[in-house]
């Protein structure tokens, strides 16, 4: 029912439906109830009518029937700029025909005006002369025609009243020039705000998209050039706008001029009004002076110097008249000028609107698709990272099932090397009673020697003893088969030549400790490996403990020489994995930078379409 609504939703609600879909609200209820009515979805009136109440159902009759010419318009949800765009030119458009509506009223006003000054000398100059008959032929009928006087007066005061309801008429006609000027003003400068309105939404949009620019093209600087053409375009559609501001202002200086010229206009009218005034004054002395012929013709001759004065002024007036017409044609023709100026700069701003926009959709073409090649680049990362983890995961069993082989092999080596210890520690010990026994040898030896002629017997005796308690077993068979000459023979072998197995077999020991010392250290060097493909997820081939002993080379002084094969393949596999994890690294940074800058442009695009949906 409309008068649940009230008067104001009322009138809000005509206004609405009256006027066009897009035309511009000013203020009040319209305002709140235009983006209701004017656009972006279907409209349904609803009215409910009561018998008992005729004039309400009356009212919301009418009122449907205005709604039935209501003509909605669609928005672009997934485009809102470009809508909002196209809204704004369309409203540009419309204040555009409106100006120029309003001018050609303007230009016919001041067509309409030009010819009624065109005609308002002809009738003053027809108003004097016949008042000067009049006057001539008051003169010779002064007397005894005061009827006829008093006639021809009424004519001359008809005549004045038409006079000035000529001008009257002439007023109101400037009267309708001015407000037709101030209406022309006032959508001058309604489409001035519309532009500079479009304009910020369009510096604004820039703006948003220089940086979604420089989000996605972090990694490049693909479309650098690109964005110095927008910012070159930008500049020249800022100096267009500058110079269609100026054209405006132009134009507001001519109008102004052209508005002191009319204000000099109507001062001169109303002098002519005042010697009007005057002349009226002088006829009614005339009229007053016609009972005496005597006082009429002594003011015969002032009336006419009076009346020769108001024609030279007059004469004056209208040359004035003259010049403040030919200046308005002027400051006329200097509107026309500029307005067509206006014009064309607004044409050329459009076009060049058009232009930018044109290349801001480009602009956003290339950035999607660039957009797209990183994001199809981060895809096929992930499937690379993805592929790797799965053989890396693969490979980390394998690792760890040759890590604890090799940690078996090590304790197999840890064993062998504390029985290896032990033994020498034996070998030690039977050497130092070697030693022991061999110094006994050589002092008996000795003592022999000294009686060697005298005592054959008991050393042969000793001997035999000497080789059953010596702790060889070699030596005591010989000792018990051979006899007592080959124990003597044993007895005086060098002790150099005993001592040579000794030395061997510390020089074996001292072979198996420098290995076991290398296959130490290859075991900590393997593990440091290992620990290194564990963080990159990479398979390490470990090689067997046999190709470890092979390749293990120990110089006499127990250092290594040269670099062996092993370790220069440990040390190629640690520079391959490093290289391996360096890369893995990148691409993860890379990933997390890419899905960071996503992230980004998803938290503008949600909040540019949240300013949107507030606007």
Not at 57 to 84: C, Y
Not at 540 to 568: I, N, W, Y
């Amino acid at each position: 029912q409309v008068g649940a609504l009230g008067d104001a939703l009322s009138n809000a609600l005509r206004q609405l439906l009256a006027s066009a879909p897009a035309q511009a609200v000013g203020k009040g209820p319209a305002l709140l109830l235009r983006d209701a009515l004017c656009g972006n979805g279907r409209t349904l009136l609803m009215g409910t009518l009561l018998p008992t109440d005729f004039e309400e159902s009356a009212e919301t009759l009418r009122l449907l029937a205005d709604g039935v010419g209501l003509d909605t318009f669609p928005l672009i949800n997934d485009q809102a700029t470009r809508g909002l765009l196209a809204r704004y030119r369309r409203q540009v458009q419309q204040l555009g025909e409106q100006l120029s509506v309003a001018e050609q009223k303007l230009i016919k006003g001041v067509e309409q005006l030009e010819v009624d000054r065109q005609h308002l000398p002809n009738q003053l100059q027809g108003a004097a002369e016949r008042l000067q008959a009049l006057v001539d032929r008051m003169q010779q009928d002064a007397a005894g025609h005061a009827s006829e006087r008093q006639k021809l007066m009424e004519e001359l005061v008809e005549t004045r009243s038409k006079a000035n309801a000529a001008s009257g008429e002439l007023v109101a006609i400037k009267e309708e020039l001015v407000r037709e000027k101030q209406e022309k003003l006032q959508l001058s400068k309604q489409m001035v705000a519309l532009q500079l309105g479009s304009n910020e939404e369009a510096s604004e949009r820039q703006q948003r998209l220089y940086q979604l620019e420089q989000e996605v093209l972090a990694s490049g600087d693909v479309l650098s050039q690109l964005r110095q053409q927008t910012e070159t375009q930008a500049a020249e559609l800022k100096q267009k706008s500058a110079d269609l501001e100026e054209a405006q202002q132009s134009q507001r200086r001519t109008e102004q001029q052209r508005l002191l010229l009319q204000s000099q206009m109507q001062t001169m009218r109303k002098e002519l009004e005042d010697l009007r005034e005057t002349q009226d004054e002088l006829n009614l002395q005339v009229l007053n002076a016609g009972n005496a012929q005597t006082a009429a013709e002594r003011s015969e001759a002032n009336l006419r110097a009076e009346l020769a004065s108001d024609r030279a002024e007059l004469e004056r007036l209208r040359e004035r008249l003259v010049q403040l017409e030919a200046s308005l044609i002027e400051s006329s023709a200097e509107a026309t000028r500029c307005a067509e100026r206006a014009r064309a700069a607004k044409l050329q701003l459009e076009e060049q609107t058009l232009q930018h926009e044109q290349d801001t959709l480009a602009l956003q073409r290339q950035a999607a698709e660039v957009a797209e090649r990183q994001m199809a680049r981060a895809e096929a990362a992930e499937q690379a990272l993805f592929s790797q983890t799965q053989h890396a995961s693969s490979n980390n069993s394998t690792l760890a099932s040759q890590l604890s082989e090799a940690q078996a092999q090590l304790r197999a080596a840890t064993a062998r090397e504390s029985e290896l210890q032990r033994l020498l520690q034996s070998h030690v010990e039977q050497m130092d009673a070697m030693r022991k026994h061999g110094r006994g040898r050589a002092a008996q030896r000795t003592r022999r020697n000294g009686d060697d002629d005298d005592d054959d017997d008991d050393d042969a005796d000793g001997g035999a003893d000497a080789d059953g308690t010596s702790d060889d077993g070699h030596e005591g068979e010989e000792a018990e088969g051979k006899g007592g000459v080959k124990a003597v023979d044993a007895g005086r072998q060098p002790a150099t030549q005993r001592q040579d197995p000794i030395r061997e077999y510390e020089e074996r020991v001292r072979t198996i400790l420098q290995v076991n010392r290398a296959l130490v250290e290859a075991y900590w060097r393997l593990r440091r490996l290992a620990e290194g493909a564990a963080l990159t997820h990479q398979m390490l081939e470990v090689p067997s403990h046999e190709e470890l002993l092979l390749s293990v080379q120990v110089g006499a002084d127990g250092r290594r020489q040269v670099m062996s094969e092993l370790e220069k393949s440990l040390d190629n596999e640690n520079s391959r994995l490093r290289t391996q994890l360096e890369r893995v690294t990148e691409t993860l940074s890379a990933h997390s930078a890419l899905e960071a800058s996503e992230q980004r442009l998803e938290s503008q695009q949600a909040a540019a379409l949240a300013e949107e949906r507030g606007r």
